[in-house]
């Protein structure tokens, strides 16, 4: 990984925390998620400043997160939608918010996720296998994929044999 700029790496981690990685780029998406649709509804809503939440919203509809359309009700008004990519980014949300109620908010419970029709929570995200069963930190590797650059390839192979475990 480069150490002049991590985030211009082949590592899918240090891209997206270079697209996602700040305050506000989150919150900007989960107000999609919520419904905010236009540039005054997201500045209502985060309390953002205009000209960072300008380049929040450019940053993420230059990324595919989001795209930018004139309204059907009025054409005079711009439109932000969450794209197929954006939506994608649902379960990362969820699992986020689940892990920040579990590790920062207490285990108090500010926020739920249900499914609509039901209202019953969703349970935790996890990561399973091809069989369904919870994967914890020491079943998984991260390996090089096809496209991995050498720094990365290099990285990985070092940390195959490494197993993590809580402290």
Not at 16 to 41: M, P, S
Not at 117 to 127: K, L, Q, R, Y
Request: one cysteine or more; proline letters at 6%.
């Amino acid at each position: 990984m480069s150490k002049t700029n991590p985030f211009q790496s082949n590592c899918p981690i240090a891209r997206v925390t270079h697209l996602l990685g700040d305050g506000w780029t989150l919150l900007v998406i989960r107000e999609a998620f919520l419904g905010t649709r236009t540039f005054n509804e997201f500045e209502r809503e985060l309390g953002i400043a205009r000209n960072i939440l300008s380049a929040r919203l450019k940053t993420l509809v230059k990324a595919g997160v989001l795209a930018r359309r004139v309204s059907e009700v009025d054409r005079r008004v711009v439109e932000y939608r969450l794209t197929q990519p954006g939506l994608d980014l649902l379960p990362v949300l969820v699992s986020l918010a689940q892990w920040a109620g579990r590790h920062l908010c207490c285990e108090s419970v500010p926020m739920r996720f249900v499914e609509r029709a039901s209202g019953a929570d969703i349970p935790p995200v996890a990561v399973r296998s091809a069989t369904g069963e919870v994967l914890g930190p020491s079943a998984i590797a991260m390996v090089a994929g096809p496209q991995a650059d050498d720094q990365l390839k290099s990285r990985l192979d070092r940390a195959v044999s490494t197993s993590v475990r809580p402290a």
